[in-house]
């Protein structure tokens, strides 16, 4: 089973930026489309932003979409997630994993997560 590392949170005043990093052991990052999504305690899990495999098509949440970019590097099997513009609602703990509203491959745990705060 594999299970992703995040990291890159942190604590932020509204409008600042964080970029979030994701390492995925093995071949098996490449030929997934990956996804981040967020949490915050007592909601369910949110999609935020999906990319494809290769990288060339992404999409992105409404409450994100303009201020964050999702990107990849299949070589140093590393997912990102720049995030700008940060607001306080935007708090949550993140999370990759493949996108499961697609097909995806292999067994994947979800990982500790990275804590975002943003402080208005």
């Known amino acids: 089973q594999v299970q992703p590392v995040e990291s890159g949170g942190g604590l932020v005043q509204t409008g600042g930026s964080l970029r979030l990093s994701c390492v995925v052991s093995?071949?098996?990052?490449?030929?997934?489309?990956m996804a981040w999504y967020r949490q915050t305690p007592g909601k369910e899990r949110e999609l935020v932003a999906t990319?494809?495999?290769?990288?060339?098509?992404?999409n992105y949440a409404t409450s994100v979409k303009g201020r964050c970019t999702i990107s990849r590097d299949n070589v140093k099997r590393t997912l990102y997630l720049q995030m700008n513009s940060l607001k306080p609602e935007d708090t949550a703990v993140y999370y990759c994993n493949p996108d499961r509203s697609t097909k995806w491959f292999g067994y994947f745990d979800w990982g500790q997560g990275t804590q975002v705060t943003v402080s208005s």
């Open positions: 990319i494809t495999s290769s990288g060339g098509s992404t």
């Open positions: 093995g071949s098996i990052f490449s030929i997934n489309a």
